[in-house]
């Protein structure tokens, strides 16, 4: 039972465009939503996060969008880097149950320079 | 800064065997995390500790234990190895085991059961 869908197993964008990497989420209970970003042969590392209480967290060239009434969020990076290139995680968690945080299964970017 | 350590870097264990694996932080983290990644699945939690002496199970802890001995060290350890735990296995820490603190990650383990 995935609660937190990533549909989109890899995505290819053009350097200079903007990347949207998008997440889907079942369980109303999530209120706390982050993204991590993958290199291949290192663990993931934190990028941005978003509480349910906003919809928009901008930080840089990224900015993560949430619809609560939807259970969508999306990540988007502008403008797009080659080093951007990697896998990006989308994470979910409820405040009330802080170890259960759900993972969504990845979607690989690749920047073209 | 090391942050996370994790030993080993990969392992082939035939099916039947033990195996501890092992994580340390210096970062003075409180909670701490064992993670299995799957391809399709995404990270899957497998035991969590919330402060020293404390341990707590995960979405998929069958086949897996854990102790946390000290703030600094959570070994897991796969009593005896069955082929679906082959699998790249991420321990994290956080300052404190809130949903809404980011996790810094090693950099995995690569088990391979035969």
């Known amino acids: 039972d995935q609660q937190v869908k990533q549909n989109s197993p890899s995505l290819s964008v053009q350097e200079g465009r903007i990347s949207i990497l998008n997440c889907d989420y079942t369980?109303?209970?999530?209120?706390?939503f982050l993204w991590y970003k993958k290199y291949p042969a290192e663990g993931p590392t934190f990028l941005i996060s978003i509480s349910s209480i906003k919809d928009k967290n901008e930080d840089g060239r990224f900015t993560v969008f949430l619809n609560k009434s939807a259970k969508h969020l999306s990540l988007h990076i502008v403008p797009s880097q080659p080093g951007d290139s990697a896998v990006y995680f989308c994470?979910?968690?409820?405040?009330?149950?802080?170890?259960?945080?759900?993972f969504g299964a990845g979607t690989r970017l690749t920047v073209k320079p | 800064t090391a942050g996370i350590t994790q030993a080993p870097t990969s392992q082939i264990l035939a099916a039947g065997r033990s195996m501890t694996l092992r994580c340390t932080q210096d970062?003075?983290?409180?909670?701490m995390y064992w993670y299995r990644q799957d391809l399709g699945l995404g990270l899957r939690l497998i035991h969590y500790?919330?402060?020293?002496?404390?341990?707590g199970k995960g979405e998929v802890p069958d086949g897996y234990s854990v102790s946390r001995a000290n703030t600094d060290d959570f070994p897991l350890t796969l009593a005896s190895a069955v082929p679906s735990q082959t699998s790249v296995y991420f321990c994290a820490s956080s300052a404190e085991g809130h949903g809404n603190q980011p996790q810094h990650f090693g950099d995995g383990t690569r088990l391979s059961i035969l």
């Open positions: 500790s919330n402060t020293a002496g404390t341990t």
């Open positions: 369980n109303s209970m999530f209120d706390y």
């Open positions: 994470a979910a968690s409820a405040l009330y149950n802080n170890n259960d945080m759900r």
């Open positions: 970062m003075r983290h409180n909670a």
